[in-house]
């Protein structure tokens, strides 16, 4: 059971179900990650509907890490996503929501 208040999310990868996180360790690594911008800019790109698979991917792979799971992006290029790349998408801007969320919001 996924704890939204804590910035967990739930998405089964090849028919695992599996928590995802964005910690401080995990947003850094993936601020890393981004081929241009900041995480401001990828909320913002996510807000406008103006992201890329490769952002979803970035964050999937983000949360899964910080969720405390040994992944890398490679990992994920041939996982398969219950609810296909939209459920992969979904999950990824709930991270992001949940991860900049102000408790009692």
Same mark, same amino acid.
């Given at each position: ?14 028919? $695992? ?15 890393? $990650? ?17 992201? *890329? *698979? ?39 801007? $709930? ?11």
């Amino acid at each position: 059971m996924t704890n939204p208040w804590t910035g967990e999310v739930a998405l089964t990868i090849d028919g $695992e179900r599996r928590v995802l996180k964005l910690t401080l360790g995990a947003l850094a690594e993936l601020e890393q $990650e981004l081929d241009s911008g900041s995480l401001v800019e990828l909320v913002q790109r996510f807000e406008g509907g103006r992201f *890329s *698979s490769s952002d979803v991917l970035a964050l999937v792979v983000a949360g899964l890490r910080g969720g405390g799971g040994q992944v890398t992006r490679d990992d994920l290029l041939h996982a398969e996503i219950a609810g296909g790349p939209m459920a992969g998408a979904k999950a990824a801007a $709930e991270l992001l929501a949940r991860a900049f969320m102000v408790p009692g919001q």
